[in-house]
T-cell receptor, first 112, second 112 residues
C-alpha cells in the first residue's frame, strides 16, 4: 500500500496480559522501524528490520518485548506480561534505505 | 536518551504571523527531518535535509541544515489555523545508525 497501516488503533490490556501490535509497511520499503511515544511526546526507538532480518535492536527491552517481520505477513511487536509503564503509543515507520521514514498512525496501548 | 534540544516548547501566535523553531544537538547529524504530528495521528514528513548549509522550502515552510551539522531550524510563514499541531525535528546521527532521534517537539497554537 501507499501508507503504513497499523492495527489495532487502540488496545487495552490488563497488567500481566500479552499485547500484540501489527504493522504493514509501504510496499517496496525494505526497512521497518518501531518507536514508542510516551508522555511529553518523547519518541524512543525500539527496533528496526531490513526485510525480515533484525537490523538494530539496541532500543528493545530484552525481557518482555519481541518483534518479527516475516515474508508476506504484517510485521508485529509483542509485549509479554505487560506492565503499567508499557502504556504508550507505538508507531511503526518504513523507508527505503536511509530515505525519510514514513509513519503509521500508531497503536495506543493502555495497560490497566 | 534525547540527543536533540528543540525550542520553543510551545508557541501561541496570531493567524498570519511567521513562526520559527529550532533544534540543536551536541552530536553531528547526517540528515535533518521535520515532521508534524496532529492528535491521534502519526508524524507526517514536512521537509528533509541532507547536506550542511542546505536550505529547502515546501510551500510556506522553509528549513535549513546548519553548517556545523549540529542544528536545524524550521520557519513557517503567514501561519493559518491548520498549522496547529506539534512539530518535531529528527535526524540520523553521523554514526550511521538508521533509526531516527527526535526532538521534544514544539506545540504550535494559531489564534484565528
Amino acid at each position: 500500500g501507499e501508507e503504513v497501516a497499523q492495527t489495532p488503533k487502540h488496545l487495552v490490556r490488563g497488567e500481566g496480559q500479552k499485547a500484540k501490535l501489527y504493522c504493514a509497511p509501504i510496499k517496496g520499503h525494505s526497512y521497518v522501524f518501531w518507536y514508542q511515544q510516551v508522555l511529553k511526546n518523547e519518541f524512543k526507538f525500539l527496533i528496526s528490520f531490513q526485510n525480515e532480518n533484525v537490523f538494530d535492536e539496541t532500543g528493545m527491552p530484552k525481557e518482555r518485548f519481541s518483534a518479527k517481520c516475516l515474508p508476506n505477513s504484517p510485521c508485529s511487536l509483542e509485549i509479554q506480561a505487560t506492565k503499567l509503564e508499557d502504556s504508550a503509543v507505538y508507531f511503526c515507520a518504513s523507508s527505503q534505505s536511509y530515505q525519510p521514514q514514513h509513519f503509521g498512525d500508531g497503536t495506543r496501548l493502555s495497560i490497566l | 536518551g534525547q540527543q536533540l534540544n528543540q525550542s520553543p516548547q510551545s508557541m501561541f501566535i496570531q493567524e498570519g504571523e511567521d513562526v520559527s523553531m529550532n533544534c540543536t544537538s551536541s552530536s553531528i547529524f547526517n540528515t535533518w527531518l521535520w515532521y508534524k504530528q496532529d492528535p491521534g495521528e502519526g508524524p507526517v514528513l514536512l521537509i528533509a535535509l541532507y547536506k550542511a548549509g542546505e536550505l529547502t522550502s515546501n510551500g510556506r515552510l522553509t528549513a535549513q541544515f546548519g553548517i556545523t551539522r549540529k542544528d536545524s531550524f524550521l520557519n513557517i510563514s503567514a501561519s493559518i489555523p491548520s498549522d496547529v499541531g506539534i512539530y518535531f525535528c529528527a535526524g540520523h546521527l553521523q554514526t550511521g545508525a538508521n533509526n531516527l532521534f527526535f526532538g521534544t517537539g514544539t506545540r504550535l497554537t494559531v489564534i484565528p
